[in-house]
């Protein structure tokens, strides 16, 4: 598991306030799968956004990027997208 995979898994988990634990978090989860809402998928572009304009400030994370049929993996490779 890459750092950004890492990350991404660990801010998934906080919104939805489980255990911080990414290692244990499969990629093909999906959000709804772990309680997300549309307002919980608002909350986690929000992070998400934050995070990549963090590190590329020219890039950004959109709430209508986010939806709960999304797997983790979905959301790790729409942020690696974004900061490449």
């Given at each position: 598991m890459d750092a950004i995979e890492k990350d991404?898994?660990?801010?998934?988990?906080?919104?939805a306030e489980l255990?911080?634990?990414?290692?244990?978090?499969?990629?093909?989860?999906?959000?709804?799968?772990?309680?997300?809402t549309n307002s919980m998928c608002d909350d986690l572009a929000?992070?998400?956004?934050n995070y990549v304009k963090a590190q590329k400030p020219t890039a950004g994370v959109a709430s209508i990027e986010i939806s709960t049929h999304m797997c983790a993996g979905d959301v790790i490779a729409l942020i690696k997208s974004k900061l490449a």
């Open positions: 991404v898994k660990s801010i998934i988990l906080t919104v255990p911080n634990e990414p290692e244990k978090l499969d990629g093909g989860t999906t959000l709804f799968a772990l309680g997300y929000e992070e998400l956004d």
